[in-house]
Nanobody, 121 residues
């Protein structure tokens, strides 16, 4: 299953961006989708996640109250609304998803290619 992120860009501190992550394939059952980010020179870190069949959303403490993760009803597309952005949010943002691909009858654990978010001060 292929994941494609979009929506990154350059924004001033205090601004907002909305990222999207679209999953390919029409016969998939999504389990969990999540956003990660990797700041320059640092390891990739978890940002937020959403689970199929649950309205609960989980956030890293660093983005709690500023970022909102959501999905479409089929959970084939995930969004990350990022508000009150700060320079320390500058990173490459990746989406990841795990689930079942009914075309191959196999589970999948996929990552997108990443999208750059740059926040200027």
């Amino acid at each position: 299953v292929r994941l494609v992120e979009s929506g990154g860009g350059l924004v001033q501190a205090g601004g907002s961006l909305r990222l999207s992550c679209a999953a390919s394939g029409s016969r998939i059952t999504m389990g969990t989708m999540a956003w990660y980010r990797q700041r320059p020179g640092e390891q990739r870190e978890w940002v937020a996640s959403a689970q199929s069949g649950s309205t609960r959303r989980n956030y890293a403490e660093s983005v709690q109250g500023r970022f909102t993760v959501s999905t479409d009803n089929a959970m084939n597309t995930m969004y990350l609304q990022m508000d009150s952005l700060q320079p320390e949010d500058t990173a490459v943002y990746f989406c990841t998803a795990v689930g079942v691909d009914h075309t191959t009858t196999r589970t999948f654990d996929s990552w997108g290619q990443g999208t750059q978010v740059t926040v200027s001060s």
